[in-house]
């Protein structure tokens, strides 16, 4: 078991309702993970596993959190188990041990605690109507045209949503303008922005 003498001095320097709450936590961890490293990262404890986090603790002024990583955030407080202000708001030993293992294991599999979320579907945004005006330009400006459908859906959906949106018929034939003028130079909606 590494210890970290900061984390040693975390302890000692936090309020005394909090010290035997962070040494139990920490002492659940190490006993759920032997051989973690503890460090400190972002000012709080954490405990790691082949260099990733897999768990961490901090204090404040009047609570502590715990948090797994990968075991998702729950209420108003940092971690999963709310604002601890007593031992008796953790859950049991066991529960804890059972978190820390599976985080772990997610470590071993996957690199990382962070559960991976299940993948479904990509929902395929259907391609937005053309304005008939912006349609009529395209027509008369076939380089204009050719940019705009070689654009990725993404990029063509840009140029029809900002021509869409506009609400006064001068703002939209000023849209109109200006995107058959960038397209015409092969220019994606907000190009400016791309080197930024």
């Not at 940092?78 to 470590?107: C, F, W």
């Not at 027509?139 to 045209?145: F, G, L, V």
Request: charged share 30%; net charge positive.
């Amino acid at each position: 078991m590494q210890r970290d003498k900061r984390i040693d001095d975390y302890i000692a320097n936090a309020a005394p309702f909090a010290q035997p709450i962070l040494q139990h936590i920490r002492e659940t961890i190490h006993a759920a993970v032997p051989g973690l490293v503890e460090s400190i990262k972002w000012s709080m404890p954490h405990f790691l596993h082949n260099g990733k986090n897999l768990a961490g603790m901090a204090a404040f002024k009047a609570h502590c959190a715990m948090m797994i990583h990968g075991d998702g955030r729950q209420g108003d407080a940092m971690g999963q188990y709310g604002k601890i202000t007593a031992l008796s708001h953790l859950p049991g030993d066991n529960e804890l041990k059972s978190k820390l293992v599976a985080a772990r294991e997610r470590i071993d599999a996957e690199g990382t605690a962070l559960k991976k979320k299940p993948e479904g579907k990509k929902q395929i945004k259907a391609e937005l109507p053309i304005p008939e005006e912006f349609v009529a330009a395209l027509n008369a400006n076939p380089t204009a045209k050719a940019a705009l459908e070689a654009f990725a859906p993404s990029h063509r959906r840009e140029y029809v949503d900002w021509i869409a949106e506009a609400k006064r018929p001068e703002t939209r034939d000023k849209r109109i303008a200006q995107a058959i003028e960038w397209l015409a130079e092969g220019k994606k909606r907000n190009w400016k922005y791309e080197n930024c």
